[in-house]
T-cell receptor
């Protein structure tokens, strides 16, 4: 149990375009989903926390208008990187938990490369 | 955000050797978690610790929640090649739902 999937697993896009990444909890209902960004050889940095049906809470320094997060159902959250630039190239990982204080189960990540 | 420092940063060991790594923070956490991340994958939870002083095992892995609540260690006994990867600690503070991740320990096991 506790499987989280992400789609796509990798994406290459041109600078200025927008990219949507999906995060799904396959066998449980995720009240809370988290989005992380990981640069090469670095740790995971939390970008935002989203609760189903509510607006996401963004960490300091993360632009909410650039990284649009939607958590419309208990099994799906999406992260849209708008007007992507090469510096947005990174490994984006989501996690999901049944409620805010339960364990987080991580997806396999999405590697974004912006040319 | 909170800074969790892991040491060592990297380790090269022979297959069969035991491994020890730790994680320290200047802040108190009420939950400590240890994850393993393989290249190009998301982290996988290894052990979760919820009480100061708690010692928990998962197969060849043993982790302890430091009595000061500011540190934790992870031991791996009799290492095997598939133990290769990056190990992250993560902490959660009382009343918070987000995790702070450590800087990571990269483990290489030489057959």
């Amino acid at each position: 149990g506790a499987v989280v999937s992400q789609h796509p697993s990798w994406v290459i896009c041109k600078s200025g375009t927008s990219v949507k990444i999906e995060c799904r909890s396959l066998d449980f209902q995720a009240t809370t989903m988290f989005w992380y960004r990981q640069f090469p050889k670095q740790s995971l940095m939390l970008m935002a926390t989203s609760n189903e049906g509510s607006k996401a809470t963004y960490e300091q320094g993360v632009e909410k208008d650039k990284f649009l997060i939607n958590h419309a159902s208990l099994t799906l959250s999406t992260l849209t990187v708008t007007s992507a630039h090469p510096e947005d190239s990174s490994f984006y990982i989501c996690s999901a938990s049944q409620n805010s204080y339960n364990e987080q189960f991580f997806g396999p990540g999405t590697r974004l490369t912006v040319l | 955000g909170q800074q969790l420092n892991q040491s060592p940063q990297s380790m090269f060991i022979q297959e069969g050797e035991d491994v020890s790594m730790n994680c320290t923070s200047s802040s108190i956490f009420n939950t400590w978690l240890w994850y393993k991340q393989d290249p190009g994958e998301g982290p996988v939870l290894l052990i979760a610790l919820y009480k100061a002083g708690e010692l928990t095992s998962n197969g060849r892995l043993t982790a302890q929640f430091g009595i000061t609540r500011k540190d934790s260690f992870l031991n791996i006994s009799a290492s095997i090649p598939s133990d290769v990867g990056i190990y992250f600690c993560a902490g959660r503070q009382t009343g918070a739902n987000n995790l702070f991740f450590g800087t990571g320990t990269r483990l290489t096991v030489i057959p």
